[in-house]
């Protein structure tokens, strides 16, 4: 048997204030001493349908990343990326704040600045900020610079 994930998600949303919780866990494995699970939530204020105005989202983690890619970022070395490597149980706080506002008159562009936050287990951090740019529902483009500390000695 390969693995038999299960995943749950709720998403309630009232005005510009909406709440997420995710949670999954691999249930069966062949190795009966392997276990993954993850579980996450989110708090965030988006600004009305025009996308103008603050973005607030706060959130937190714990366990694996449903894909994986966030632990595959935050590796020093290939250690653990074997098949079958026990999971780093790791916890994560993320926080991001925005404006967006309009480009030229009569222009769908939106202009969003924004200046995000990342701490996790060992002391690893990063921040970032940058400027996202939509144009239509067909065109999206960003910039962002960071810095991210691993943390570890």
Do not use: C, I
């Not at 926080?95 to 002391?123: I, K, Q």
Request: aromatic letters at 8%.
């Amino acid at each position: 048997m390969a693995g038999a994930p299960v995943t749950r998600r709720g998403r309630y949303a009232a005005g510009n204030l909406s709440l997420e919780v995710n949670a999954r866990a691999l249930v069966a494995h062949q190795d009966t001493e392997y276990e993954e699970w993850g579980f996450s939530g989110s708090v965030a204020y988006t600004p009305g349908k025009d996308g103008r105005g603050l973005s607030m989202k706060l959130g937190s983690a714990w366990g694996s990343t449903q894909s994986g890619v966030q632990s595959l970022w935050s590796r020093q070395d290939a250690s653990g990326l074997a098949r079958g490597a026990a999971m780093n149980a790791a916890q994560r706080f993320q926080a991001e704040l925005g404006y967006g506002f309009a480009g030229r008159r009569r222009s769908e562009a939106l202009w969003v600045p924004f200046l995000g936050a990342e701490t996790a287990d060992a002391g690893a951090q990063s921040l970032r900020m940058g400027v996202r740019l939509t144009s239509g529902p067909n065109v999206e483009m960003g910039l962002e610079f960071g810095r991210r500390e691993n943390g570890r000695e």
